[in-house]
C-alpha cells in the first residue's frame, strides 16, 4: 500500500533529505510550510498520516488586526489540532507531532490531545535522532491505525 501523507513544518524546504526519507519508505509526502496551508490541504486531501511540528511561526503576512499576543503564543500547532478533533472520527488522520520542546505546558496539552483521540502519538527529537527514524515511527503509527489496532496512544521518550 502507498502510503500518503501531510508534513507540516516551516522548515520542510531546507531538509530536502529528510523528504527524501518518505519516499525511500514508499510514503508520498506533500509539504505545507505554515498551519493555514496545512489546514487547507487537510481539507482539500485525504491522508493516511500527518507530521507536525507544532512549534512554528505565525506566518509574515499576518492581519494586522490580529491581537499581537497571538503572535508570541507558544505551540501554534495544538491549533491544527483543533481542526482534526473536529473532523468525523472516521476521516482523521493519525496524527503524530515531533518536537524538540520539553515544555511541561506543550507536554500537558499534548496528553490531554492524545486522551481526547486527536493526537495519535509525540516524539522529542534529540540531536542523535536520524530522521530515518522519524518516518519509521510515523509509517508504524499509520499501519496500527489502518489495521484497526489501538493507536497505541502513548507519549514517546526522547528518541
Known amino acids: 500500500m ?45 491522508y493516511d498520516g500527518v507530521l507536525l511540528d507544532c512549534i512554528m511561526p505565525m506566518k509574515s503576512n499576518f492581519d494586522a488586526s490580529v491581537d499581537s499576543s497571538v503572535l508570541t503564543k507558544p505551540f501554534l500547532g495544538l491549533e491544527f489540532l483543533d481542526t482534526v478533533g473536529k473532523m468525523p472520527k472516521e476521516k482523521r488522520p493519525p496524527v503524530v507531532v515531533l518536537t524538540i520542546a520539553k515544555d511541561e505546558r ?25 530522521f530515518s527514524k522519524v518516518v519509521e515511527e510515523v509509517n508504524r503509527r499509520i499501519e496500527l491505525t489502518v489495521e484497526g489496532a489501538p493507536s497505541g496512544a502513548q507519549t514517546e521518550e526522547e528518541l
Not at 507540516?8 to 519508505?25: M, N, T
Not at 493526537?119 to 535522532?129: D, E, F, G, N, Y
Request: glycine residues 2%; contains cysteine; proline residues 1%.
Open 2 to 46: 502507498n502510503k500518503k501523507i501531510l508534513w507540516v513544518d516551516d522548515e520542510w524546504r531546507s531538509l530536502p533529505e529528510q523528504v527524501d526519507y518518505f519516499k525511500k519508505a514508499n510514503i508520498s509526502v506533500d509539504c505545507a510550510d505554515s498551519l493555514e496551508e496545512g489546514v487547507k490541504k487537510l481539507r482539500e486531501h485525504e
Open 106 to 130: 506543550l507536554l500537558h496539552n499534548l496528553n490531554q490531545w492524545i486522551k481526547r483521540g486527536v493526537l495519535t502519538a509525540w516524539m522529542i527529537k534529540s540531536v542523535r535522532m536520524s
